[in-house]
T-cell receptor, first 109, second 113 residues
């Protein structure tokens, strides 16, 4: 099946810093989503972005499908941005999203 | 408000017992999914259903069973055959097809005692 690798696995930043999270995938995809999991376990859908660029406030994402990677940008980090960020993809023939292992982000005040 | 509800939030199971986790959605989504998350890991697909009365095994279906008798409901039973059931279980739903985002419930944390 399709492989999803996220980097870095852990990231510790000061409040106000910017960050870039990366997601590499091993095959062409029909669907790519970024999620944020808060400390209580709730997964929030940030972006549906199989290709191109989207922005939502301080967050933006870019997927270059031909090169099989996606980037999530967080600007002016806040402590509430802490948590685990997951990239998930849907490849051809698959019927459910395949998740990476996530990037654990800690924003310190 | 539309959403997806999982219950209970916490569940304790004795060895040899079957337990059922509830998942209900009022988003009019066609497809529903069950995922398992272990500490420090990503999510792994257990079962999914694209339409009522039909469901398919995911990557780790052994020891689990599901039913889809109503569009809104997709309960998961963790059977005694599941040797390591302690985990965080997440239910999701989406419209059918490739071009839609998933909405997740808040999860059920299952512990074997």
């Amino acid at each position: 099946g399709i492989q999803v690798e996220q980097s870095p696995p852990d990231l510790i930043l000061q409040e106000g810093a910017n960050s870039t999270l990366r997601c590499n995938f091993s095959d062409s995809v029909n669907n790519l989503q970024w999620f944020h999991q808060n400390p209580w376990g709730q997964l929030i859908n940030l972006f549906y972005i199989p290709s191109g660029t989207k922005q939502n406030g301080r967050l933006s994402a870019t997927t270059v499908a031909t090169e099989r990677y996606s980037l999530l940008y967080i600007s002016s980090s806040q402590t509430t941005d802490s948590g685990v960020y997951f990239c998930a993809v849907l490849g051809g023939g698959a019927d459910g999203l395949t998740f990476g292992k996530g990037t654990h982000l800690i924003i310190q005040p | 408000d539309g959403g997806i509800t999982q219950s209970p939030k916490y569940l304790f199971r004795k060895e040899g017992q079957n337990v059922t986790l509830s998942c209900e959605q009022n988003l009019n989504h066609d497809a529903m999914y069950w995922y398992r998350q272990d500490p420090g890991q990503g999510l792994r697909l257990i079962y999914y259903s694209q339409i009522v009365n039909d469901f398919q095994k995911g990557d780790i279906a052994e020891g689990y069973s599901v039913s889809r008798e109503k569009k809104e409901s997709f309960p998961l039973t963790v059977t005694s055959a599941q040797k390591n059931p302690t985990a965080f279980y997440l239910c999701a739903s989406s419209f059918q097809g490739f071009n839609y985002g998933y909405t997740f419930g808040s999860g059920t944390r299952l512990t074997v005692v």
